[in-house]
Every structure is written in structure tokens, then in C-alpha cells.
């Protein structure tokens, strides 16, 4: 299977009237196993450009590892992901970086001695040209360099509004803005597939508001393709275009949020099966 | 000079004489990805122009009703301005008001245009749109979320500024003609009072209003080009439109807008104001956290800290008002003005202020003294939208915290034999939008408007002051005086009292409902490993109820003291188990309690005040800032305080 098949090239229409493109990301009979524990096991689905896709399932059912294969941290025993019309060879995390894709994480992983705009300013890392040393002289082009990064940044810290803590070392910010400080170090190497791991974990309603529309905004602003794990069923439902199931490894269901919901599987891995 | 003079009847007319005089000096100035973007007085104008050229494009009729709902940035300041140059009528709204207090607002003006700020103002107006049925174009600054919208009505403000500016050979002849016919009977602006009784009024000012009263005050206290301000406060508030656009223009100083809400304080700092308004609670709550981080900090900080505010509180405002101090208490005054105050003053953002006004609510003496001793020349100053702000300011050196100071240029005062204030002036509004019998209540046909407020003019010094809103004194049962405002005033001074409210109308005694300052009193629950889970457990938390005791405990005291008062002592108090909250109609936007509606509400407390219970428990309905309700219930203890005993005074004597 060398060529892509015609209607996987072609986009769709969302509900709300939003044209998505092409296949962007697609992942073909992904296995991943640690010794004899089988992770994910024969899955295949694929993502489309500037969709909101989510991967949801009960605990442990193997989202966190799909997540991690897709940003290139583990690599899958069997299957092949095709990333922009090419299958990806095996690749170091910070070479997936690269190609455009940024990651948030379940458990916050910020620097916290540093400031907000610090945090931010790493998301650039791979953006940067000028070499480590020129860049500690902040001299000529270094310095013009940081400056234009530095812009960047500061759209971004307006456009999550977040100015109020720009200079705030991020340990002392509660949990939600955190997040919100992680959203924005991923969108500041300005990524074409964003992946976000659990990013309402933990949030109030308000806060989980809050975050939502931020996901929204940044799909519709910037055209980023977002997958996303998520818990709360209710958030997933509002804001996915299209969503997987999974359960002990395996995919269970896959297609629109009310196709989801109707699907027989999916209410008994939820629910429950009762015995009788 | 006196043709000149004449023609400056506009606002619009300020601006063009500020662009050619003073072109090249900074007019607006707002941080923006972190930097200080800044326009002078030719952009400005430039900025206006293009806009009103916008809203004509947009077929907007002279007298139409421009409604403005945003935070403080310098492009509603244009578009109030633009709307003006077109003889448009621009209405400032509050932007954190809810669908439904715009919907009335939108609805009895009949805004045509409608400027916003963002997705969040625009999916407030479209949830009403279907009861404004003279709505046509809404104009909003930041597209974000924006995108799928539907366009037909809804219109990005840069985009309707390039249609302005390429339609200019179009329209310019008409937006001249019609900037020409603006004159000093025009209206300026609609503003729309908050409502501390019933539904809101749209108070109608005429360039006469503003213009006049903006010459008298800034000469009043000498402002010139160069003064900086930092506009924070509401925009549909009177006092910022005064201070940032009618005192602006006509003196022709710089307005800084903030960031965002959140970076105030910050962008405060950064711009050191040297012309600066803020009402009572701001600088409570700067105090407030002055005192809880010296609380924190090291022994030989707060010694110092200590030992100068000592000196200050002694000479400092002596000092500022230039009278005579000994040379000892000056040398150690400068020392802690090098140590302390200096610093102190950096921090806080007030380094620069030459002229400072709070106003809005009593201050409370000692916070007041605190922010003189330390050399911020604060005043105070008593206006009411209706008198385009001013009716009684401070002159430098007459400064006291119990007065409201002398009547401003060219405002007449009399005082009825009820007690209530009236005021006579160039400022007095035109009348209320489509509202002839509330015009005629307040305003009888020589021009004298009723304040609402008792007071009377202090003899010695021929300075005003004020007792309570007239309609809230009332009598005791027993035909005392009743003054909650007064009371309550002396219990918001302890850092721990956010709000109280104190009744005892026609009763026998007084009682009162207090809400704690979250951050004082969790800043001490912090230090004394008090835990608690939520603002109600720290409210009920029998510690607290202790020290707020104690506090009432020394307010009866005080009360005590004045003849005239000393039945409003507290007999018995509660703690509240919620913030009142301007979302649930318990204050106004401009966080004044709404007495009659708080009583009302809380009827099962204020009864069990009265009964003998010791607790009492009870739900309440609350409103979450996106609308939805929900309830809270709690058991409330109630306790008794200590009261000195009046007559026994009265035997002694």
C-alpha cells in the first residue's frame, strides 16, 4: 500500500460548516508492546488537516502510549505512520518536533524556576538559528533573532491572555494557568498537529471553559490540526470533529461524536456490561 | 485668543486644535504584546478621521445612538470621538454587565452601531439582538473566534477604518459639514447611570456640560499637556469620560491604557500617573496589601517601617500642605522619604502623582492620612453624573478626610431643611433620554438638581459634608438618627470588613451583616494555621467571628461619641456566608450595595437578627458569571456585641 486510496485524500465538511482538509497524519496497524504487555494492538486510524480529533477510552486503555507514538516517543513493533503523505521512519522526539508537531503533557512538565515568557521562549528552540554561543554574546543577528521570537511569543501570550503572568516564575501559577502556560510553549513552535495530553485534567467547569474555547481559537485562528486525550466526555463531545475509542489496546469505535455515542461497544467499555 | 476660544465647542473641535498645536506629543499610549504602543495627537486624529469616515460608509445618521462596550483602550476613545465628528450620540457601556442589562440599555437608546471588544461582547449582543430592533452594525476590535460568523451585520474595526480612509474624496466633504455643525448645545455623550434604584437612566450631556466643566476643573488644579493618566475605570463611568476625553482634550495630556485588566497594577507602575483618580476601595486594597506583605517581611524591614511611618503620620501631611515643621522632624522625614515612603510610593505606582482624587464613598480618615504622610497629594472630590462629575472638590492645602471640599468653579450650593444637597452649575445635564418626569424630579426649572444626598456646609471653613444618601437616613423607633452609611464606613476602614450593611429603620436597635475581605483575612488564617476549605468555612470559622467582633466592638465606641448617632451602635451581627456580588443584584457595577434588595434577599437573616436565635440556616440563590444559578445553603451563627451605653453618658453629664 504505497499509494493513498482517493477518499482518504479528500477532506470533509463538519457539522458547523468547517471545510477540513486531506489526511495529514495516518496511523496503519499500529502495535506496541512492553515485554508481554500488549499496549495497542492493531490500531489504525488517521487524522485529517485542521480537525479537532480525540482519542478517548477508560483508564489504561492505551491512549497516553498512541499519544506518544504519534509524537514519535515510542516506536510501534508493527505498523507505519504515514506523516504528510510519507511513511516516517523511525525518529528521535526532537526530529518529530521538527517536522511540526508539539505535545502538552498529562503531568505538567514546565521548567518551574523559570518565568512564563521563559517557558514560552523554549517552544522556540527549534526555530532558532543562531548557535548557542552567539546567542549568549546577544550580539548582531542573535540578538535580531531573539527579538523576532520574542514577538512571536508575545502574540501568543495574547492570545491565550496570559500578560498578567508573563514575568511570574511558572511554580507559583495554580494548576490552570499551568496548563494554559504549557498550551502556549507548544503553540509557539507554531506546529501544524498539536497533542494535547489530557489538557482539562484536573480543571474546574470554569477553567475547562476557559480551555476549551482556547482550543477552539487556536484551531480556527491558526488552522492547527489538534488531537487531543480527554476524560470528560462532555468536553469531548463539544469540541471534537471526530473522535476513536479505545479499550485494553484495542479501537472500538470510530467517526463523529454522536456516531460514537450510539455505539453499542463503546457504551458497555463506559457503562459497563451487566451479567445477565 | 478669543476667536479661538469660540470655536473650541466640540470635542472633535479640541482634537483638531490639539493635532495642529501639539501634533508630535503623545495622546494614547496601550501595552501591547508587551510593549507600549504609542500615538500622538496627528495619529489620533488620523485614527478618528478614518473611523467616522467608516461609519458614514456605513450610512450612519446624525443623532444616531453609537453604543461603545469594551475595556479601556484608546480605539473606544476614537470611536466616541468619531461618532461626535459624524453628530452621532456615542453611549459607553459597562462591559461586564449582563446580556440582559445591555439588552434594556441597547433597547432604550436604540443604538444603531454597536462597537465591542471581542467574541465575548459580540455573542452578548447577538443573544439579545432579537429585542433591539433598531440594530444594524456591530463593529468589534479583536476578530479572534470571529471567523464563522455571520458578516452581514458584524464588521471588523481596521477593515471599517480602510473603507474610511479609501472613501475619503467620497465622504469627507460630508463628515466636515457635519463636524462644523457640532456646537456647545450638541450632545457629547449618553451616559447611563448605574441604578442604585431601579432601572438605568441615560443622563444626556451637551458639549457645554463637558467642555466647560473640563476648562474649569483641569484650571482648578493646573493640569497642562504633559500630565500622564492611566484609564482603568469603566469607560461608561462619567469620571473617566471626563478625565479621559473631556480633560484630556482640552488640556491635551497623554491617556495610558493597560494591558488588560489583570496587569493594572504593573502597567501602573510602568507609567507613574501624575493626574490619577481612584475610588476608595483601590486604595483600601493597595493598603491592605502593603500591610499583609510587611507582615512577611524581615525584623529590621519592619522596624524601619515602623519607626518612619511614625514620622510620617506625625509631620507628613503637615508637610504636603506647606505649613510650618520643625527642622528635626524634616531631616528625619527625608530620611524616610530615602528609606520608606520613596520606595513605598514606586511600588504602588504613585510616584509622579501630583494631583490624586478619590471619590464615589467616604474613605476612611485613617487611610487617608496614610496615603498624605506618605506624600501623594490625594483629595477628594463629591460628583454625581448628573453634574458632569464635579460639585465639590479639595484645593490643594485644605485637605481633611471628613469633608468633600468647596464648591468647584462656578457650581452653586444649598442645602435644603431636610438635610439634602443641591447644586447649581455649567454642568448640570440636559435631561434623561425619554424620561421627562425623572428630569423633572431631579432637576426643577431654575436649574437646581437634587443630589439625593444629606450633608451641610461646615462653617469654619465653608467645606461640605456629606452625612448618607438622603433617602437612607432615617428614624430609629425611638426618633433617633439613623445613619447606616456612617456605620458602615467605620467597619469597611478594618482591613478584615470587605462590605457590611447595617439596619435598624424604624427598630429599636441596630444590627448588621458583614462580608470579610478573602485576602486579609486569608493572608491571617495562612499565618495562624487556620485552615479552611472556602470562603464560607472562613467566614463561619469562630476566630474570625472573634475579631470582627472585636472590630464592631471598638466601631460602637466610636459611635458612641457622636450626639447625633449614637443610637446606630450594633447590637448583634452575622457574618455572610457570600460575597454580595454585582451578578446577583446585591450592588451595582460600581459595587454599591443595593440596601432595600440585600434586605430583602436576606429577610430569614435580618429577622433572626432581630429574633433570639443564636444560628439560623439558610439558602441562597446565586448567579454565576455566565448566567446559570445555583444555591448555597449554610448555618449562620449569630452573636451579640457589647454597646456603650448612651444614656449613661447622658447622667454623668
Redesign the interface.
Known amino acids: 500500500m504505497n499509494t493513498m486510496t482517493d477518499n482518504t485524500t479528500v477532506g470533509y465538511v463538519t457539522e458547523?460548516?468547517?471545510q477540513i482538509g486531506g489526511t495529514m497524519m495516518e496511523m496503519k496497524n499500529i502495535t506496541l508492546r512492553f515485554g508481554g504487555v500488549v499496549a495497542i494492538e492493531n490500531i489504525s486510524f488517521d487524522i485529517h488537516e485542521g480537525e479537532i480529533r480525540a482519542i478517548i477510552g477508560p483508564n489504561g486503555a492505551g491512549k497516553s502510549s498512541m499519544l506518544n507514538v504519534i509524537s514519535g516517543f515510542y516506536h510501534p513493533q508493527d505498523g507505519e505512520v504515514w506523516f504528510n503523505g510519507a511513511r516516517r521512519p523511525t525518529m528521535k522526539p526532537y526530529q518529530v518536533a521538527a517536522q511540526g508537531i508539539a505535545r502538552t503533557f498529562q503531568n505538567i512538565a514546565l521548567f518551574k524556576g523559570m518565568s512564563t515568557l521563559d517557558n514560552i521562549m523554549t517552544g522556540r528552540l527549534t526555530k532558532m538559528k543562531s548557535s548557542m554561543l552567539s546567542q549568549a554574546i546577544w550580539w548582531g543577528k542573535a540578538a535580531r533573532e531573539e527579538e523576532e521570537h520574542?514577538?512571536k511569543v508575545?502574540?501568543i501570550?495574547?492570545?491565550l491572555?496570559i500578560?498578567?503572568i508573563?514575568k511570574t516564575p511558572v511554580g507559583r501559577l495554580p494548576y490552570g494557568l499551568q496548563k494554559r502556560v504549557e498550551l502556549a510553549r507548544a503553540l509557539a513552535s507554531e506546529p501544524k498537529l498539536l497533542l494535547l495530553d489530557e489538557p482539562m485534567a484536573g480543571m474546574n467547569v470554569?477553567e475547562k471553559?476557559d480551555m476549551s474555547?482556547f482550543i477552539?481559537?487556536v484551531n480556527?485562528?491558526f488552522g492547527t490540526t489538534i488531537a487531543l486525550i480527554e476524560h470528560d466526555m462532555g468536553v469531548v463531545m463539544d469540541i471534537s470533529d471526530r473522535v476513536v475509542v479505545m479499550d485494553y489496546g484495542k479501537k472500538i469505535g470510530d467517526g463523529t461524536p454522536a456516531e460514537v455515542l450510539a455505539n453499542k461497544e463503546v457504551i458497555d467499555a463506559y457503562l459497563g456490561v451487566s451479567d445477565d | 485668543m478669543a476667536t479661538t476660544q469660540s470655536a473650541l465647542d466640540s470635542i472633535p473641535a479640541l482634537l483638531a486644535r490639539n493635532a495642529a498645536s501639539f501634533g508630535d506629543k503623545a495622546a494614547y499610549r496601550e501595552k501591547e504584546y508587551g510593549i507600549w504602543q504609542r500615538w500622538n495627537w496627528s495619529d489620533a486624529a488620523k485614527e478618528v478621521e478614518a473611523l467616522a469616515l467608516g461609519f458614514l460608509n456605513l450610512g450612519i445618521h446624525e443623532g444616531d445612538f453609537v453604543a461603545i462596550i469594551g475595556r479601556n483602550r484608546p480605539h473606544f476613545y476614537w470611536a466616541m470621538v468619531a461618532a461626535q465628528s459624524v453628530g452621532a450620540i456615542p453611549v459607553p457601556l459597562y462591559n461586564d454587565a449582563n446580556a440582559e442589562e445591555m439588552a434594556y440599555v441597547l433597547g432604550h437608546c436604540g443604538a444603531r452601531f454597536i462597537v465591542v471588544d471581542d467574541q465575548e461582547q459580540v455573542d452578548k449582543v447577538i443573544e439579545v439582538q432579537d429585542q433591539l430592533h433598531q440594530f444594524e452594525h456591530m463593529i468589534y476590535l479583536d476578530p479572534r473566534g470571529l471567523r464563522k460568523y455571520d458578516h452581514r451585520r458584524l464588521h471588523e474595526f481596521t477593515h471599517i477604518q480602510e473603507q474610511g480612509r479609501a472613501a475619503r474624496d467620497e465622504f469627507g466633504p460630508e463628515l466636515a459639514a457635519r463636524t462644523a455643525r457640532l456646537n456647545m448645545e450638541s450632545t457629547c455623550v449618553m451616559l447611563y447611570t448605574s441604578g442604585t434604584t431601579g432601572k438605568p437612566k441615560g443622563v444626556v450631556l451637551s458639549n457645554r456640560n463637558v467642555i466647560v466643566t473640563s476648562k474649569n476643573s483641569c484650571d482648578f488644579d493646573h493640569l497642562a499637556p504633559g500630565e500622564e493618566v492611566l484609564a482603568y475605570l469603566p469607560m461608561a463611568w462619567v469620571g473617566d469620560f471626563i478625565f479621559s476625553i473631556g480633560q484630556a482634550y482640552w488640556s491635551g495630556f497623554c491617556v495610558n491604557c493597560p494591558e488588560s485588566a489583570d496587569t493594572m497594577m504593573t502597567d501602573l507602575r510602568e507609567i507613574g500617573p501624575t493626574y490619577y483618580f481612584a475610588p476608595p476601595r483601590f486604595f483600601e486594597g493597595q493598603l491592605t496589601s502593603v500591610m499583609i506583605r510587611m507582615e512577611d517581611a524581615g525584623k529590621f524591614k519592619k522596624r524601619l517601617f515602623k519607626k518612619y511611618m511614625e514620622v510620617a503620620k506625625r509631620v507628613g501631611p503637615a508637610i504636603l500642605d506647606g505649613k510650618a515643621v520643625s527642622f528635626a522632624d524634616r531631616l528625619s522625614y527625608t530620611l524616610g522619604n530615602l528609606f520608606v515612603y520613596g520606595p513605598l510610593k514606586n511600588t504602588l505606582g504613585l510616584s509622579r502623582v501630583r494631583v490624586g482624587y478619590t471619590a464615589g464613598e467616604a474613605i476612611g480618615p485613617e487611610l487617608f492620612e496614610f496615603y498624605r504622610s506618605i506624600g501623594i497629594n490625594l483629595k477628594q472630590l463629591y460628583g454625581q453624573t448628573e453634574a458632569t462629575v464635579f460639585i465639590t472638590q479639595q484645593p490643594d492645602g485644605e485637605v481633611r478626610a471628613d469633608t468633600v471640599g468647596v464648591p468647584s468653579p462656578d457650581v452653586e450650593i444649598k442645602i435644603e431643611d431636610n438635610g439634602e444637597i443641591y447644586y447649581r452649575s455649567p454642568g448640570v445635564f440636559e435631561e434623561y433620554y425619554q424620561n421627562p418626569e425623572s428630569t423633572a424630579d431631579t432637576k426643577d426649572p431654575e436649574g437646581w438638581v437634587a443630589t439625593g444626598d444629606a450633608g451641610f456646609i461646615e462653617k469654619s471653613s465653608g467645606h461640605l459634608r456629606i452625612i448618607d444618601r438622603a433617602k437612607d437616613v432615617g428614624k430609629m423607633s425611638d426618633g433617633g438618627m439613623f445613619a447606616p452609611k456612617f456605620v458602615e464606613n467605620k467597619l469597611k476602614f478594618y482591613p478584615d470588613i470587605l462590605e457590611s450593611v447595617v439596619f435598624g429603620a424604624d427598630r429599636d436597635r441596630c444590627v448588621a451583616f458583614i462580608n470579610i475581605d478573602l485576602t486579609a483575612v486569608g493572608n491571617w488564617a495562612e499565618r495562624n494555621n487556620v485552615a479552611y476549605g472556602s470562603y464560607q468555612e472562613l467566614a463561619g470559622h469562630p476566630e474570625v467571628y472573634n475579631t470582627i467582633q472585636g472590630h464592631i466592638e471598638e466601631v460602637n465606641k466610636s459611635v458612641a461619641c457622636d450626639e447625633m448617632l449614637s443610637g446606630c451602635q450594633i447590637h448583634r451581627f452575622l457574618i455572610l456566608h457570600k460575597e454580595l456580588d454585582a451578578d446577583d443584584g446585591e450592588m451595582t457595577r460600581t459595587r454599591k450595595v443595593r440596601r432595600k434588595i440585600v434586605g430583602e434577599k436576606f429577610a430569614d437573616l435580618v429577622d433572626a437578627l432581630y429574633g433570639g436565635k443564636d444560628e439560623i440556616y439558610t439558602e441562597t440563590e446565586v448567579t454565576y458569571e455566565d448566567g446559570r444559578k445555583g444555591s448555597i445553603s449554610a448555618t449562620l451563627e449569630i452573636r451579640d456585641v457589647a454597646v456603650v451605653p448612651v444614656n449613661a453618658k447622658v447622667a454623668a453629664e
Open positions: 458547523d460548516g468547517r520574542r514577538a508575545e502574540e501570550i495574547d492570545f491572555e500578560q498578567a508573563r470554569e471553559e474555547r477552539l481559537d480556527d485562528e
